[in-house]
């Protein structure tokens, strides 16, 4: 398996884990593809009107080559 980061969208509502494109070499690459995502979803889905990162607004997670999912903020 590749040293590689990847990111996971969840869909809070449904619990629904959802593949985001790209894979990368770095935590910081990884966290500047979360970072875009993220802007992309507050468009999308403007935490205003959904209640943020901790209401029904779509996460973000890196996933590590470990495996191990860490949500970005």
Known sequence: MANVYR???????????YEIGGEFSTLQEA???AR???NELEVAQPS??????????DRVYIIHPNGQFVRFR
């Open 31 to 33: 966290e500047a593809a």
């Open 7 to 17: 990111l996971k969208g969840c869909d809070p509502f449904s619990s629904d884990y």
């Open 36 to 38: 875009k995502e993220l």
């Open 48 to 57: 205003a009107q959904s209640g943020g990162q901790d209401g029904i607004q």
